[in-house]
């Protein structure tokens, strides 16, 4: 399985105006790269794999001799065109491990903000085991030739000011703007910056092979769903409707368990459902997917187990059960069963196991190939779906896009289920947990053959 390591944390505004960490990693081994301009000629070794994430794949040896070569690299790491971002690229010595992204701040924000949220991002990158070296990189829609220096130039002094404090090396500190490119650090820089030609003309663009080469697109596309045929989204309704009358009297988890157990295997059809093409789902397939994800239970027990596999969903669907026979029992509410045990210490392994996958207290790293395929078809899934169903499939794609390591994607899908259910729970629960920059503990763990290459 590949290697996850933490590369992407956004920041975003939310509702209410505050600020909010939305956490962000691609599951890629780390790479070799010369850091820009001021440091010796280094050969890297780009780490990534097939799945659409981290850009570079292992082994393929990359040279950045000057700052806009090492800009050429930088979407190819993160896997997609930076917009209106800071992106923070981490190293162990002469590798990177890892790059973290965040919006930038509002313009005019006040020095103490500066402050408050440079210290936030240097602390999450203090999370990773042994960085030595920083390069950050903006990328602004404000023009070089409109202002005197470079844009966000008091924020990269703030954030380099902390890094320095936190014991980080700052290799340089970059600006990509519309017209042109500069080193913070470069007290020659052109008023008007350098030509973006020259990152466009780089060397590196050639030396990365075609096979390994990404179609970079931007973050938030990656939220856009497909275009589906409208018959089929009628169709789909009324099948789906069917299911729902069937289950009109299942208004506990016990008996929409039971019922869901009656027409399908939530297992087994999850296991299924990653086998479909999802351009050409069947009304049949999509109905009974789309009916079996709006019960809580289903829908949680198949999310995990797109990520980590059958044994999890198993596992999960298990104790689904057991909690199910303790409420048909005792009458309890599942939230008063599951605080009561947490409260004594009497949860069982699998309740701890699965909660800790939830939140992503564990190091045991999600598949992305699963999560990939699993993402296609829930698209497809929700653009399909009747408006009040859609909300579950959201969620869905809203946790494992968290678990991919695309956390500003994750909050607009949560937005989206929220905009049509306001207080849906695990919408509810998703936007908290993203809300307070909890990173995933897998996103942390270093790899043994990153261990091994030190």
């Excluded at 990328?139 to 000011?161: K, N």
């Excluded at 999509?286 to 239970?297: D, E, I, K």
Aim: charged share 20%.
């Amino acid at each position: 399985m590949p290697s996850v390591n933490l590369v992407l944390v956004g920041v975003v505004r939310s509702s209410t105006g505050r600020i909010r960490l939305i956490p962000e990693y691609v599951p890629r081994p780390p790479q070799n790269v010369n850091p820009p301009s001021r440091t010796p000629t280094l050969t890297g070794a780009g780490g990534g794999n097939d799945t659409g994430e981290g850009g570079l794949m292992n082994r393929t040896i990359v040279k950045t001799r000057e700052a806009h070569d090492f800009l050429a690299l930088v979407p190819q790491l993160v896997g997609f065109l930076p917009e209106k971002s800071l992106v923070l690229v981490a190293f162990r010595g002469n590798r990177t491990c890892g790059a973290m992204r965040f919006n930038l701040p509002e313009p005019g924000a006040p020095e103490k903000v500066l402050k408050r949220i440079a210290t936030t991002l240097v602390g999450t990158i203090c999370k990773i085991p042994d960085v030595d070296a920083l390069v950050p990189v903006v990328y602004s829609d404000e023009t070089i030739a409109g202002i005197v220096g470079l844009p966000q130039e008091r924020f990269v002094e703030v954030l380099c000011a902390r890094a320095r404090l936190s014991g980080f090396l700052l290799r340089d500190a970059l600006c990509v703007a519309p017209d042109g490119w500069g080193s913070y650090f470069d007290p020659g820089c052109p008023a008007a910056g350098y030509p973006l030609s020259a990152i466009a003309a780089s060397e590196v663009n050639r030396a990365i092979p075609d096979a390994v080469r990404r179609d970079l697109a931007t973050l938030s596309s990656r939220a856009d769903l497909p275009a589906v045929d409208p018959s089929m989204k009628e169709r789909l309704g009324r099948r789906l409707a069917r299911y729902q009358r069937l289950g009109a009297g299942a208004d506990t988890v016990p008996e929409l368990l039971e019922l869901a157990g009656d027409i399908l295997d939530p297992v087994v059809a999850a296991e299924a459902a990653l086998g479909f093409d999802a351009q050409n789902l069947g009304v049949d397939d999509a109905a009974a997917l789309l009916f079996l994800v709006q019960g809580p239970a289903c829908r949680d027990q198949m999310m995990l187990q797109f990520a980590f596999g059958e044994t999890v969903g198993r596992n999960t669907h298990a104790l689904n059960l057991r909690y199910a026979i303790l409420q048909r029992a005792t009458g309890r509410s599942l939230d008063d069963i599951i605080g009561e045990e947490q409260s004594e210490g009497h949860h069982g392994p699998h309740s701890r196991a699965t909660s800790d996958l939830l939140l992503g207290l564990c190091r045991e790293r999600p598949d992305p190939d699963r999560i990939e395929q699993a993402i296609r078809l829930l698209k497809v899934l929700v653009a399909l779906a009747p408006r009040k169903a859609r909300p579950a499939p959201l969620c869905m794609l809203a946790w494992l896009s968290w678990a991919m390591g695309r956390g500003s994607v994750a909050g607009i899908f949560v937005d989206q289920a929220l905009a049509i259910d306001r207080h849906y729970g695990m919408a509810e629960l998703l936007s908290t947990v993203f809300g307070s920059g909890h990173l995933p503990d897998w996103a942390f763990a270093v790899p043994p053959d990153e261990t091994a290459n030190a």
